[in-house]
């Protein structure tokens, strides 16, 4: 893939995480309220997630601006990524009419819906773009 | 390997920093086995004495069977109308304005109750909590909710508003 479309998707990729997570950096009770209302976890996890989460969202969006650790960055978005639609996939089908926690930082709160799915499968694809392009290069 | 590697750093600098930060943070999640009460208190800088009151069953029941009570449902209209606890009305909260003068007119003396899904939902608590701050004296909370009503064997309604 041409060099220029790549960093470009890294800036864009970079760009939407770090505006994620420090957006649920500023509030961990209210991230831990939004992934509680997932029902997926128990209070503690939901908790220790909002804690952690938002900081490999920050960390990983910072490495693929500077291009340290791609590789590493890259993948913990793949899978990140594929939780988050498995996540709101779960939602929807059990009919839960939720915050999606998606970008706290927005003043109106996000329900599920099928664009925050069609969103995260873009950016899955633009993370694995990068994870692939990055093994080929280093091969 | 090497990606691995990154994976644990990344993860490991993740856990230091988020753990550090929601030590002093003012929104801090509280990192708990159970679910810390939903009520406010102190620290949430809210006025104690503006807390609705949480209940049980047995008291939400006690109540019921005095008549003077006004039921109020703060789910979506949607859910409420897929079934509710007999006599609710339905007062989401996001539409609290609109109905609000209505509650007003008829139930100034009434004893209010709120109720929603049950833990974690807490609309039930920030309705009664601004139902509070509207000068309504007695708003209490019944947290358990919907989830606990039907454990209980009890009934719903189905009909519409």
Redo the contacts between chains.
């Keep these: 893939m041409n060099k220029w479309i790549l960093l470009g998707i890294r800036l864009v990729l970079a760009a939407v995480f770090i505006y994620a997570g420090i957006g649920k ?9 939004d992934i ?2 997932y ?1 997926l976890l128990p ?2 996890l939901s ?2 997630t ?7 969202e920050v ?2 969006g910072i ?1 693929l601006i500077t291009g340290k ?1 791609i ?3 890259s ?2 978005i793949i899978i990140l990524n594929i939780v988050f639609i498995f996540a709101i996939t779960s939602a929807i089908l059990r009919g839960l ?1 939720i915050n999606c926690g998606c970008f706290s930082l927005s003043k109106e709160g996000s329900s599920v819906s099928i664009i925050r799915i069609a969103e995260d499968i873009l950016f899955l694809g633009f993370a694995m773009a990068i994870f692939f392009s990055n093994r080929k290069s280093n091969l | 390997m090497k990606t691995l590697k990154e994976i644990i750093y990344i993860i490991t600098i993740s856990v230091v920093l988020g753990l550090l930060v929601n030590m002093f943070h003012p929104r801090a999640a509280a990192l708990s086995w159970e679910r810390p009460s939903p009520i406010m208190n102190e620290n949430d800088g809210m006025e104690l004495g503006n807390s609705p009151e949480i209940i049980p069953i047995e008291a939400f029941k006690d109540l019921i069977a005095k008549d003077n009570i006004l039921i109020i449902d703060a789910r979506l209209p949607e859910e409420f109308s897929a079934g509710h606890i007999p006599g609710a009305i339905n007062v989401s909260f996001d539409l609290l304005g609109e109905h609000i003068q209505k509650i007003l007119q008829e139930s100034r003396d009434r004893i209010l109750v709120t109720y929603c899904d049950g833990p974690p939902c807490d609309k039930s608590v920030v309705l009664a909590t601004e139902l509070k701050s509207l000068e309504f004296t007695t708003v209490y909370v019944y947290y358990d909710g919907l989830a606990n009503w039907l454990e209980n064997g009890n009934p719903l309604n189905r009909e519409q508003q």
């Design positions: 950096i500023l509030d961990p009770a209210g991230f831990t309220a509680e209302n029902r209070y503690f908790a220790l909002a804690v952690v989460l938002p900081w490999i960390i990983c490495l650790w590789s590493g960055a993948l913990i009419d």
